[in-house]
Nanobody, 121 residues
Framework: QVELVESGGGLVQAGGSLRLSCAAL????????MGWFRQAPGKEREFVGQ???????SYGDSVKGRFTISADNAKNTVYLQMNSLKPEDTAVYYC???????????????WGQGTQVTVSS
């Protein structure tokens, strides 16, 4: 069984930064791709980005150039560094693990509980 535990959400002013963490418990996920998604009230879940433990990454258009995914293999943890935050980045952020390199949420197998990010204007 795999458990993904997220942390690092909170309230920040526009233009600020936050770093989210996603710790994978119960299994080494080195063969999995790690995705980040977000969901704002009344909206569909949106792809934020994905990364492999090798360092390969890709990002959604709305966050490209502002967000960065990284990983610490020794800690079995992935990070989402969010810079230049905007009010429209406000959402619950989720990490996910899956065996496909994809931006499609339904193809991810394991999900974290989500962490709230609120950006004030």
């Amino acid at each position: 069984q795999v458990e993904l535990v997220e942390s690092g959400g909170g309230l920040v002013q526009a233009g600020g930064s936050l770093r989210l963490s996603c710790a994978a418990l119960g299994r080494n996920l080195s063969r999995y791709g790690m995705g980040w998604f977000r969901q704002a009230p009344g909206k569909e879940r949106e792809f934020v980005g994905q990364g492999l433990w090798t360092g390969a990454t890709s990002y959604g258009d709305s966050v490209k150039g502002r967000f960065t995914i990284s990983a610490d293999n020794a800690k079995n943890t992935v990070y989402l560094q969010m810079n230049s935050l905007k009010p429209e980045d406000t959402a619950v952020y989720y990490c996910a693990a899956g065996t496909s390199w994809t931006s499609i949420a339904s193809l991810y197998t394991y999900w974290g509980q989500g962490t709230q990010v609120t950006v004030s204007s």
